[in-house]
Nanobody, 121 residues
Framework: QVQLAESGGGSVQVGGSLRLSCATS????????MAWFRQAPGNQREWVAD?????VKTYSDSVKDRFILYKEGNTLILKMNSLTPEDTAMYYC?????????????????WGQGTLVTVSS
């Protein structure tokens, strides 16, 4: 069983930056795909970015060139730059034991509790 714990959310002004972390524990397999999703109030949860078992990263068009995804040991990091009010959402870390990631909610079995990001103008 994989446990995920997000941290790093908070309030920031437009144009600011935040660094989200997702600490992973309990994983004993040979393949792991990890991703960030977000859900704004009144909206469906949407995929933001993922990194597959081969360290290939993929970003949604809405965050490409502003967000950077990488790993530090067992922790997944999402560095968010040039934030806008449209980035305001609950951010969730997700994982699944597979080599290649999908971008659908059902592609991931393991989820964290989320961390809130608020961007104000």
């Amino acid at each position: 069983q994989v446990q995920l714990a997000e941290s790093g959310g908070g309030s920031v002004q437009v144009g600011g930056s935040l660094r989200l972390s997702c600490a992973t524990s309990g994983y004993t397999g040979s393949s792991l795909c990890m991703a960030w999703f977000r859900q704004a109030p009144g909206n469906q949860r949407e995929w933001v970015a993922d990194i597959d078992n081969f360290a290939v990263k993929t970003y949604s068009d809405s965050v490409k060139d502003r967000f950077i995804l990488y790993k530090e040991g067992n922790t997944l990091i999402l560095k968010m730059n040039s934030l806008t009010p449209e980035d305001t959402a609950m951010y969730y870390c997700a994982a699944d034991s597979r080599y290649y990631c999908g971008s659908r909610i059902q592609d991931f079995r393991y989820w964290g509790q989320g961390t809130l990001v608020t961007v104000s103008s």
